[in-house]
């Protein structure tokens, strides 16, 4: 069965983590190929009535996973599996070696990092989001962060702080860094990359920019305000990293539509100016910005509210559903 949207969630679920749309939601990665094969696209999820959280690849598909954790010497967490810096050709011989199982409502799928050291962000790296906004294009980036307990997973609640009235949404391209890099030159900046993942940025407008002193770090780190996932797809599955559609719907009204070839700032030219002074990590997750489209230059102006329901696609990536709830 692949993972789909509408079944309900047992109440003991976490809802911090998978909230009440489907466990099941669709994993389906918007490209061609329909193989229902596991391959090189890694997520963090929990069974039913454990705890204990695991780390395994699913197919295209999304109908088929294979659990990585169960034995093959391999780490149960995200960033420290990364860290371990094995191969793809060893995960696939250790792949042909294990169980393949059917994805069912007893899987959850957790944000496939849920402790990186670093998460790192860019203002205005595009330029129609610039342009919505009347500013000019930045010469440098903007780089500003999130704490990573602002995370949630690909179908968890995003909550609705009583203290906002202001949340917007951002799609965001994902780069999730695979080994330690200093002073890392431009030319060999994709070499740290290990591979992508969708991010949705949900930021409380009037905390970033009328409140805490023009500071973004309070409107952009509450809890739930970055839904990850649904997995990280490794880089040797993507063939052109800046040609993927990237998509926002609210209640299932198109709000974003664009392309990640549209960064001011590319990849590489990122790590190579972040690990000038900052010592990068694996499982660091750098959010590369947004498209226009955001709620807060729509005229008039949209802000997210309780009941809401997040779609963010990002081509050959995956699918996430997100319900916005309220404040307990």
Not at 148 to 162: C, E, R, W
């Amino acid at each position: 069965m692949a993972l789909r949207i509408g079944l309900p969630l047992r109440k003991n679920y976490a809802k911090l983590v998978f909230g009440d749309i489907s466990p099941l939601q669709s994993i389906r990665f918007l490209s061609s190929s329909k193989s229902s094969v596991p391959k090189m696209r890694f997520v963090q999820f929990l069974r039913k009535n454990d705890d204990r959280s695991r780390l395994g690849v699913v197919s295209d598909d999304g109908s088929k996973l294979v659990e990585l954790s169960g034995g093959a010497c391999i780490s149960n967490d995200m960033v420290s599996f990364i860290s371990q810096n094995i191969s793809m050709e060893e995960i696939q011989r250790k792949l042909n070696g294990l169980q393949t199982e059917e994805m069912t409502d007893s899987h959850i799928l957790l944000p496939p990092l849920v402790n990186p050291q670093k998460i790192i962000c860019i203002g205005l790296n595009f330029k129609d989001h610039c342009e919505e906004q009347n500013k000019p294009a930045p010469t440098e980036p903007m780089f500003f962060s999130k704490f990573n307990t602002a995370l949630t997973g690909p179908t968890g609640d995003v909550i609705a702080h009583k203290i906002t009235t202001k949340m917007d949404w951002e799609v965001e391209l994902g780069v999730v860094i695979g080994k330690e890099g200093k002073k890392v030159p431009k030319e060999q900046a994709m070499d740290y990359v290990f591979g992508y993942t969708i991010a949705q940025d949900i930021s409380a407008r009037d905390w970033q920019k009328s409140r805490n002193g023009g500071q973004f770090l309070i409107g952009k780190s509450m809890d739930t305000f970055l839904p990850l996932g649904p997995a990280i797809v490794h880089k040797s599955l993507i063939k052109d990293v800046y040609d993927l559609k990237m998509r926002t719907l609210i209640n299932g009204v198109e709000k974003q539509n664009h392309f990640t070839g549209d960064m001011i700032f590319k990849i590489d030219d990122v790590i190579h100016r972040l690990s000038q002074s900052i010592t990068l990590k694996p499982g660091d997750l750098i959010l590369t910005g947004t498209p226009k489209g955001v709620g807060m230059y729509r005229n008039p102006p949209e802000y997210l509210k309780v009941g809401d329901v997040i779609e963010t696609e990002i081509q050959c990536l995956g699918r996430m559903v997100n319900k916005v709830v309220a404040d307990s």
